[in-house]
């Protein structure tokens, strides 16, 4: 059995990992990702803010070392899902299965002004850039501001205010600043409420001014405003971007898509084509699009790949679970544990912040290198 596996993220990782593991040579997996090294999405923080050297956070791929496992570096062109077939700058693959786990993409280029006059901290380029700009930032009006729904992460703004905070403070331009965060939505983490309400606390006191329910319209170069769907304007002197996310074209293009995202059964993440999976940022599964549940949902299609090769019957469905470490500055980290059950509300817990949950954060990244890179 060949399973061709598009992406090598959260998703791609996790489940060609529990397939070398369970089925080792048995079958042929290919793995294939257009970049060279994996980055966690929540590094592209510790390296805007210089807390880590970008050489530390970047996994290259050339250790992907595992039994059945065969790496290609090369961009997916076109996906042909109903005979389950790929085309790439390396030539085509067909697979038995097919798991589409392409992420989603980023649109700077969709919120005028954006490209020209702000910045992103989503892309390890939009990191390297902050990493630059911020040393020399003197102090003024920080606008931190997401475009549009749905985001990665939907906590990563909250905690780059909250960093910003702790950078500004120790710079010693912090009190010739304001720090300002405006998201879609009604609350900073809406599944979580404990953690929502965390998060307000945190802004409260530290001075940074949160506005719910924002849509960003578009950045006024000239005039350095961001302006809102809902008439407002906020100035700035420095602007932090979330920019629209949308799923690869080459998805798009292979028809898969329903309202942006590839719908899939939430039980099992198979999508309306026969052994064509969507796993990831790239689905529409009713979690958040975050690593965590990415790797929930591949560890369910692995699942099911190994119980149709021992031919023992159908596996367990999704279930919605994950876990997620917030940064609350100053080394304290809060973590979520939460289940989108589907037909129920999300049931979570909030634990912190503490500074004992951080060496829990920092477990977290190296367990899941050492098992995806065979390293720490
Ligand atoms: C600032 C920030 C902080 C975050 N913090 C957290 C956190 O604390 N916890 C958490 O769980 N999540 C976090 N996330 C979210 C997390 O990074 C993503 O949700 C996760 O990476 C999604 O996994 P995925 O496998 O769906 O896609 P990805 O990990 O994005 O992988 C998709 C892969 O597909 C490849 N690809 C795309 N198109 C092509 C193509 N045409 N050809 C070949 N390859 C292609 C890409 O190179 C990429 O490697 C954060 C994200 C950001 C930006």
Redo the contacts with the bound molecule.
């Keep these: 059995m060949r399973i061709v596996v598009?992406?090598?993220?959260?998703?791609?990782?996790e489940l060609t990992t529990r397939l070398s593991a369970a089925l080792g040579g048995e079958v042929d997996i290919v793995l294939?990702?257009?970049?060279d090294t994996?980055v966690?999405?929540?590094s592209?923080?510790d390296v805007m803010f210089g807390r880590s050297e970008p050489a530390a956070v970047m996994h290259p791929y050339g250790d992907v070392v595992k039994p059945g496992v065969r790496f290609v570096g090369?961009?997916?062109?076109s996906i042909d899902p109903e005979a389950r077939r790929v085309e790439?700058d390396a030539g085509s693959f067909e697979g038995d299965v097919l798991v589409v786990?392409?992420?989603?993409?980023l649109d700077p280029a969709a919120t005028p002004g954006l490209v020209e006059d702000g910045h992103e901290?989503?892309?390890v380029a939009g990191a390297l850039a902050l990493r630059d700009v911020l040393p020399r930032f003197g102090g003024g009006r920080v606008l931190i501001a997401v475009a549009s729904l749905p985001y990665?992460?939907p906590?990563?703004p909250s905690?780059?205010a909250l960093l910003m905070h702790e950078y500004l403070s120790d710079r010693g331009v912090r009190g010739d600043s304001e720090i300002a965060l405006t998201v879609p939505m009604g609350a900073p983490v809406p599944p979580s409420p404990e953690a929502s309400e965390a998060l307000l606390a945190a802004f409260a006191e530290h001075g940074i001014r949160f506005e719910p329910n924002r849509r960003l319209r578009a950045l006024d170069p000239a005039r350095k405003v961001a302006s809102f769907a809902e008439g407002a304007e906020i100035p700035y002197d420095l602007f932090l971007g979330v920019p629209v996310h949308r799923a690869?074209d080459?998805v798009v293009a292979a028809g898969l898509c329903v309202d942006g995202w590839v719908p899939v059964d939430p039980g099992t993440l198979e999508t309306r084509y026969p052994g064509v999976y969507a796993?990831?940022?790239?689905a529409n599964v009713g979690t958040p699009?975050?690593?965590?549940?990415?790797?929930g949902q591949?560890a369910t299609v692995a699942d099911a790949v190994i119980a149709s090769v021992r031919g023992q019957g159908t596996a367990v469905e999704y279930g919605g679970t994950?876990t997620?470490?917030?940064e609350f500055g100053r080394s304290l980290v809060a973590r979520v544990d939460i289940t989108f059950a589907r037909g129920k509300p999300p049931a979570g817990r909030l634990e912190g912040p503490s500074a004992a949950l951080a060496p829990q954060k920092a477990a977290f990244a190296t367990s899941r290198v050492r098992r995806w890179f065979g390293r720490s």
């Design positions: 598009l992406g090598a993220g959260f998703g791609g990782l294939i990702d257009a970049s994996f966690f999405g929540f592209k923080l090369t961009t997916v062109r790439t786990a392409l992420g989603a993409d901290f989503y892309t990665k992460c906590p990563a905690e780059a690869p080459v796993i990831g940022d790239v699009k975050a690593g965590v549940f990415a790797e591949a994950g997620c470490y917030f």
